[in-house]
């Protein structure tokens, strides 16, 4: 059986030419007999290091299941995943989470932060599950807001914050454990044209400095500025293509 000990982290610089993402004919079934839906029907796609991938698809086409299994939020019926050369298609929900802290950032549409609990604090949360000490904690959650140009409002509280500044204390806490897969669901779903802006720029600098990131976006103009843009339909990949620069 596999337990968490024997999983072999990747640590920094250690390996880079593994792929980040590796699923193989992933389903998912839900339901049986006539309400049986396969809401995804053999998904296959590699993700390397350094990537930046757009997910788009209309309503029901398996985003959001695809974006749940590559979060290690699910797990697919059938098929393979494996997360930074860890196999993660068959872990318990307690290796699933361990998973989760270690390799993944995560931003949502709703940004998700603690209300009244200060940006500093938000953004050393996953620290802090990770069992990083206090100094530590409250110097790297500085770093990673100062990447995303917030520095100066680690004191604010988010209702102290626009929309836009939410989300990027968000992507701060998303990029603080240094995870190997920045995973965004419909990140500027919630943000007007400026701050779309804003984040899309701050996305682009993370890739430019090496951070593989998938979001899925329902917005041309998003997917637009991602490297590789796939399209999902009935769930099936129907189309995966590097966008033109
Ligand atoms: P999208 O995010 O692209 O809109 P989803 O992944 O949410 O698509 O859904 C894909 C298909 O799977 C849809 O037909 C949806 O109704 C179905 N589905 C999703 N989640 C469940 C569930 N928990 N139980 C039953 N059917 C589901
Ligand atoms: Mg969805």
Excluded at 124 to 140: C, N, T
Aim: glycine share 8%; aromatic share 4%; with cysteine.
């Amino acid at each position: 059986m596999t337990t968490a000990a024997t999983f072999r982290w990747s640590e920094g610089t250690a390996t880079v030419t593994k792929p980040v993402l590796e699923v193989q004919e992933l389903r998912k079934v839900y339901g049986e007999g006539e309400a049986t839906v396969h809401a995804l029907a053999g998904v296959s796609l590699t993700v390397d290091r350094g990537d930046y991938v757009a997910i788009m698809g209309s309503s029901g086409s398996g985003k959001s299941t695809l974006m749940n299994i590559l979060g290690c939020l699910d797990i697919p019926s059938t098929g393979r995943y494996l997360l930074d050369g860890v196999d993660v298609s068959r872990l318990s929900d307690k290796q699933l989470a361990l998973v989760r802290n270690r390799l993944i950032g995560f931003i949502f549409q709703s940004f998700n932060l603690i209300p009244r609990t200060t940006a500093l604090a938000n953004v050393e949360l996953p620290l802090a599950y990770a069992g990083v000490k206090s100094a530590e904690r409250r110097k790297r959650a500085l770093a990673s807001l100062d990447m995303v140009g917030l520095a100066d409002r680690a004191g604010h509280e988010p209702n102290q914050l626009s929309g836009g500044q939410q989300q990027r204390v968000a992507v701060a806490r998303a990029l603080v454990t240094e995870p190997a897969l920045l995973l965004a669901d419909e990140p500027t779903g919630n943000l007007d044209s400026r701050s779309t802006e804003d984040v899309l720029k701050i996305f682009a600098d993370l890739n430019a400095q090496g951070r593989t990131i998938v979001l899925i976006t329902h917005e041309a103009e998003v997917g637009a500025r991602a490297k590789r843009l796939i399209r999902l339909f009935d769930g099936r990949v129907r189309s995966d293509e590097r966008n033109k620069r």
